[in-house]
């Protein structure tokens, strides 16, 4: 069985402040990562995603993540905000197999403030 | 632009109407999804077809009906719907490891009246 917790529904920073959005994972196996982000009125686009390797993972617009098997952690940053960032994100975990059943966490809203 | 399609965008529909929602990606992706989203809630999973067969049926009620004609097209067939059902619906794609990551159309608003 996986799960996901994202802590916190809604963060607020100010534009050019650190961005931290958490989540913790529960999975029996060692499982395969994802952040998503998902602006109004659109789908889910792919942020960055942690398979094997290399524990810290980069992604698009700035974003990276740092896989912590001791900390069962998967916490989302960057270094400064921008007013584009405001949207909805969601941590992700799946396990192998010849597709996923992907995990969803509840999703954190970010919100940025001028 | 996203890689995956969906059609159509707005969906208004009585209870008693039968409509298809439509996907479609060209990424040779041989794992296709359904999912439901409603409002400030992550996406539920609904169905997963694999290499064009169902893999998964999340228990959901038969007055939706999936198909995969091909590796790439998957419909989403409704007939009979309830207001609860109201939300977006969401497409998806992917290889078929577990490592690799879903792609999501922009998605179907439907709104049962």
């Known amino acids: 069985a996986q799960s996901v917790t994202q802590l916190g529904s809604h963060v607020s920073v100010s534009e050019g402040a650190l961005v931290l959005l958490r989540c913790n994972y529960s999975?029996?196996?060692?499982?395969?990562l994802f952040w998503y982000v998902q602006y109004p009125n659109q789908g889910l686009q792919l942020l960055l995603k942690?398979?094997?390797?290399?524990?810290l993972v980069k992604g698009i617009n700035g974003f990276e993540a740092e896989f912590k098997k001791s900390e069962t952690s998967f916490h989302l940053t960057k270094p400064s905000a921008h007013m584009s960032d405001a949207a909805e994100y969601f941590c992700?975990?799946?396990?192998?197999?010849?597709?996923?059943?992907?995990?969803f966490g509840t999703g954190t809203k970010l919100q940025v403030i001028p | 632009d996203t890689e995956v399609t969906q059609t159509p965008k707005h969906l208004v529909m009585g209870m008693t109407n039968k409509k298809s929602l439509k996907c479609e990606q060209h990424?040779?992706?041989?794992?296709m999804y359904w999912y439901k989203q409603k409002a400030k809630k992550p996406p539920e999973l609904m169905f997963v077809?694999?290499?064009?067969?169902?893999?998964i049926n999340e228990s959901v009620p038969s007055r939706f009906s999936p198909e995969c004609p091909n590796s790439s097209l998957l419909n989403l067939h409704l007939h009979a719907l309830q207001p609860e059902d109201s939300a977006l619906y969401l497409c998806?794609?992917?290889?078929?490891?577990?490592?690799?990551?879903?792609?999501f159309g922009d998605g179907t608003r439907l709104s049962i009246l």
């Open positions: 998806a794609s992917s290889q078929s490891q577990g490592n690799q990551p879903q792609h």
């Open positions: 999975s029996s196996v060692p499982p395969y």
């Open positions: 942690y398979t094997t390797g290399a524990t």
């Open positions: 992700a975990v799946s396990l192998s197999g010849g597709y996923q059943k992907v995990t």
């Open positions: 990424m040779g992706h041989r794992a």
């Open positions: 077809y694999s290499y064009e067969k169902l893999s």
